[in-house]
């Protein structure tokens, strides 16, 4: 072949490579589980999906093709030698694995085909997964700790050396614990996470996590070091939780498998075992829930390298495992995500300073610091000032009962070595805070970059966008996120501070502010697989989750531990998954039964009722009946998609049953007031559902002339404050629901922001003497409302997963113009209006593979529609039921009034 014969194969050879890399990107964005390329997948038919880029106006997929293979280059060459699905007429984005049986510790490599509907042929670049454990029969380590008891202050150091003599291909390590843990190769901490694992019902479920550790390890001697914390599994500091009474109680343990595959294809695994060494060091004291101590002067430095003098250090004892059930955490980690320099720092005397952080976060403070061997250090976290000026952290520490001075609320305590500048930052524990307060024994010199916040959370996707002309939304939409992120830590919670509790209702309040601004599927089916643990054999449930035993009590009702069924719905409307649903359909059957059995007339009054409220009472047996209802409809729909007829029939009449229970008790059918009519009473039985359609208008009348009385104030509780935006948007009344969502006077949400609140609060009243944590997320829907009530986007619950989008903005007379973008299965989706004249210029752009049906707000009528791809007029489907059908693509249109 001569010269010129090679320059032309190779000429042919890149533009086939850019051919198919062109091709590539428009099948993007592959995921198994909703995780990129995840390790430790335990699941024998693991999800995959993928998303279709394409900007063409009706673009949509035709069929598909998955080739999953052990070899990357079969996959390159279309083969699927563990699984080719053949070319599948569909136009899924979400495959359930159904190849041949996947084995545990394989890495396994994918790729899709699509044919669009100009039957074009894309294929995907290449992504993977690898299989873990797969079951607690593959595990080779043994449960160590040390030989003290539950305790013991100090946290437990642990180390091994092994040696490596032939050339390395890949190594995993799998670790699981009792407690929390850091895991360290040659002196290097793995991985990027923070408090792993993840807390569950430690006797009942147990997480491991997976690292791929093959560039840590050397040729040679390593050394493998093992730190554990006490975090959920041991609790030391006393609350009124009960923590510490925990029926799993004990001291911090752990398994590891080190799983080595040399090039020879030979493996070998370094394993927890009795040839372990253990001993203590500077974590002299942690609690999750209140700070941890760091003695600078005990650290024994080099522990977890090679060569390390352990000749001192003592021998470990074999543990039972906690539970006999130890699964993957597949799930989006907790993480030091955002890196906090403070405004201002503020020194009140040689040994006291004051950083402030202008804004209020849930994570931990890092400081650098240079003194005298022996200074005491000691950092507070308050979410307050005092008068003084001082940090106050008296509206959180209102629930712990231990000792304040040996264990202060949320105050690390840091013991210098006096070793030159020194560096502490807490690893087993996370704060609710805006201030730190420093104060040492001795005086120190401190400047304003010495001290670094970090907010931590579970590093969940960003899901969505909101850009409105009016400030106030853009802010508290940032707070409202700020608030979701500070309480999600592998599981949702109340308050970053006070407790720290899985509180059922505060989550399902704000699950559709969640699932449009974040991607967390991976944390609910992991909290729900909690709801499973923790249910008892008569269906009920604590109102927190995990618990340790507290939550069984007289009032964990419906309108808390509802989340075992709203949930896994919301998580089936939003991405269109089922698996959920599935998984938790036995509890939710269970869970309805009990109330039933104790509801023979279809009301019950089991529940908290309306939580905090401004001041109007709301009458519980209402609120908790209408919940009831919710949850049985739910059911019913759930048995339906599942073909559980006999089930969908009785449930369906259990559902009917209750509607007209409450409707007979409650509502006034010559006034349309349901009870006493209060903001609650009106709004709860319009967004639920519950009141009859042919007297909908006239309760919604009411509830906006309630409303429109109070000053467009809001007079409600936490299910008040779910129920009343959407309520009134839905119902003709959108101008009135916004006047109420912007209201910045007392009470309003928007009142907490010109106070300066970066945060959502727990009580609507700032001079409130209890119920007053700054950081709470139970008031949280109206950031779901910013895209319903304004942006007007919503599942379709016959397409769920935004596969149809069903479009319902409100154009709002006095906002200028919005921005709402949501990141869906499909893709993004954008609505976007503003006015212009007496008319509206909205755009909305739908995601290939997709569609929608734009409802017309009333007043306005249709003028004209622009693709913005071609820029050239489109011909709009408009259905004769009031609404547009619209394609996969980006629009431009006109409305006139």
């Known amino acids: 072949m001569n010269k010129f014969s090679v320059s032309i194969l190779v000429l042919l050879l890149f533009c ?3 051919q198919a890399q062109s091709q590539s990107e428009n099948v993007t964005q592959l995921n198994c589980e909703y995780l990129v390329n995840p390790l430790g997948v335990d699941s024998p038919n693991p999800r995959l999906s993928w998303k279709m880029k394409d900007a063409r106006l009706g673009a949509k997929q035709l069929a598909y093709q998955l080739l999953v293979s052990t070899d990357s280059l079969a996959v390159v060459k279309g083969q699927g030698t563990i699984w080719d699905s053949d070319k599948i007429l569909s136009n899924d984005m979400l495959v359930r694995y159904s190849g041949k049986e996947l084995k545990p510790f394989t890495k396994y490599f994918w790729s899709v085909t699509i044919w669009n509907n100009n039957n074009e042929k894309s294929t995907s670049a290449i992504a993977s997964f690898e299989t873990g454990m797969m079951g607690i029969e593959n595990w080779n380590g043994s449960w160590i700790s040390d030989h003290s008891d539950q305790n013991e202050k100090a946290a437990p150091y642990f180390r091994k050396e092994f040696e490596t003599e032939k050339k390395i291909k890949s190594a995993r390590a799998y670790i699981v614990a009792a407690g929390l843990y850091e895991l360290y ?16 019902r430690f006797d009942r479920r147990n997480l491991y996590v997976t690292y791929d550790v093959t560039d840590q390890l050397q040729s040679g ?32 343990a752990f398994c590891l498998d080190l799983r080595i595959t040399y090039e020879d294809g030979s493996v070998e695994t370094i394993v927890s075992e009795r040839d372990w060494k253990t001993s203590k060091g500077g974590v002299v004291f942690n609690s999750i829930y209140t700070a941890e101590h760091y003695d600078a002067r005990k650290e024994q430095r080099g522990w977890n390298t090679p060569g390390f003098d352990d000749s001192n250090w003592q021998g470990v004892k074999y543990r039972p495992a906690p539970s006999q059930n130890i699964v993957s955490q597949l799930l989006h980690p907790i993480r030091n995500v955002e890196a906090i320099i403070s405004q201002e720092m503020t020194k009140i005397n040689d040994t006291t300073y004051l950083y402030d952080l202008g804004r209020n976060i849930a994570g931990v403070s890092q400081i650098r610091v240079t003194g005298d061997e022996g200074t005491i250090i000691k950092l507070k976290h308050t979410e307050r000032l005092s008068a003084d000026g001082r ?7 209102v629930y712990y009962r231990g000792d304040k001075v040996t264990d202060p609320f949320q105050t690390d305590i840091f013991i210098l070595s006096g070793q030159g500048e020194e560096q502490f930052m807490p690893k087993f524990n996370y704060k609710g805070f805006r201030y730190v307060e420093v104060t040492s024994s001795h005086p120190i010199d401190l400047k304003k970059d010495n001290l670094v916040a970090y907010f931590m959370h579970s590093d969940v996707p960003s899901a969505g966008t909101i850009e409105a002309s009016n400030p106030l939304i853009n802010k508290l939409w ?16 109340d308050c970053p501070q006070r407790e720290k509790n899985g509180w059922t209702g ?4 704000a699950i559709e502010t969640a699932l449009y601004n974040f991607d967390g599927i991976t944390i609910y089916e992991k909290w729900l697989a909690d709801h499973r643990d923790e249910q008892q054999p008569n269906g009920v449930l604590p109102d927190i989750i995990p618990t340790g035993g507290w939550g069984y009590g007289t009032d964990n009702g ?12 919301n998580i089936y409307l939003y991405y269109g998954d089922s698996k959920l649903l599935a998984d938790c359909y036995d509890n939710i059957k269970r869970y309805v039964n009990y109330i039933d059995s104790r509801s023979p007339d279809g009301l019950t009054s089991w529940g908290r009722g309306d939580w905090v409220p401004v001041k109007s009472q709301s009458t519980k047996e209402l609120m908790s009946s209408v919940y009831y209802y919710v949850d049985t409809k739910i059911l019913a729909d759930a048995a339906k998609l599942f073909g559980k007829e006999d089930d969908f029939n009785h449930y369906s009449a259990l559902a009917q049953k209750i509607k007209q229970a409450i409707n007979e008790k409650y509502l006034d059918k010559e006034t349309g007031i349901y009870a006493n009519g209060t903001q609650t009473e009106q709004s709860m039985p319009l967004m639920w559902d519950v009141v009859p359609a042919d007297m909908r208008q006239l309760v919604a009348d009411n509830l906006a002339k309630k409303v429109e009385e109070n000053g467009f104030h809001l007079d409600v509780g936490v299910h008040g404050a779910k129920a009343l935006l959407f309520a009134l948007s839905e119902n003709g009344h959108a101008e009135a629901a916004y006047k109420v969502a912007v209201q910045d006077k007392y009470p309003s949400w928007g009142w907490w922001i010109v106070n300066g609140a970066t945060t959502l609060l727990e009580n609507w009243d700032l001079e409130a003497e209890r119920d007053i944590s700054d950081n709470h997320m139970m008031f949280g829907a109206v950031g779901g409302w910013f895209y319903r009530g304004l942006g007007g986007i919503y599942p379709d619950e016959s397409n769920p997963g935004f596969k149809n989008v069903i479009l319902r903005p409100n154009f709002i007379s006095t906002l200028e113009n919005i921005k709402v973008t949501h990141q869906s299965p499909y893709g993004e989706i954008i609505s976007a209006w503003q006015h212009e004249g007496k008319g509206i210029r909205y755009t909305v752009t739908l995601p290939a593979n997709s569609s929608a049906d734009l409802h017309i707000p ?17 011909d709009i489907d408009r259905n004769t039921n009031g609404f547009c059908k619209l394609k996969a693509g980006s629009y431009l249109i006109e409305f006139i009034k």
């Not at 940032?478 to 919670?493: D, H, I, K, Q, V």
């Not at 505060?506 to 309040?509: E, G, V």
């Open 858 to 874: 009333s007043g306005y009528t249709f003028k004209n529609a622009i693709n913005v791809l071609t820029g050239n007029k489109v």
């Open 506 to 509: 505060d989550a399902h309040f």
């Open 478 to 493: 940032w707070a409202t996120n700020n608030s979701y992120l500070s309480n999600l830590f592998g599981y949702p919670t």
């Open 185 to 200: 190769l040659n002196g290097e901490k793995i991985g990027n996470h923070r408090l792993d694992p993840i807390y569950t």
């Open 221 to 252: 001697r390593n050394a493998v070091g093992v730190l554990l914390g006490n975090g959920w599994y041991n609790h030391q500091s006393l609350g009124v939780w009960d923590f510490h009474n925990a029926p799993w109680r004990n001291r911090p």
């Open 558 to 569: 419906v309108d808390w531990t509802s989340t075992i069924v709203i949930i896994p719905w």
């Open 16 to 18: 086939n490579y850019l």
């Open 391 to 397: 940090a106050d952290g008296s509206n959180i520490d």
